[in-house]
């Protein structure tokens, strides 16, 4: 399969990314940042993770909606 290449103006790109639903804004970045890197996290990203967590169990997280 080929690929072509599209220049698309990042103003543009964003505002296609906050008109998303949730559901396929989610599945668009797990498409692009995780799904292809099988790599074992590093200590900085385990530490990153941990406080994430931490942050979200104490409701200091930001829901996707309040992004748009």
Known sequence: MST????????????????????????VFWKTFVQFDTSPLTAKEKRAVKKGTEEYKRGETVKWKNLK
Do not use: F, G, Q
Not at 8 to 24: A, F, Y
């Open 4 to 27: 072509k290449t599209l220049p698309i103006p990042e103003e543009s790109l964003v505002n296609l990314l906050k008109t998303l639903p949730e559901k396929k804004l989610a599945e």
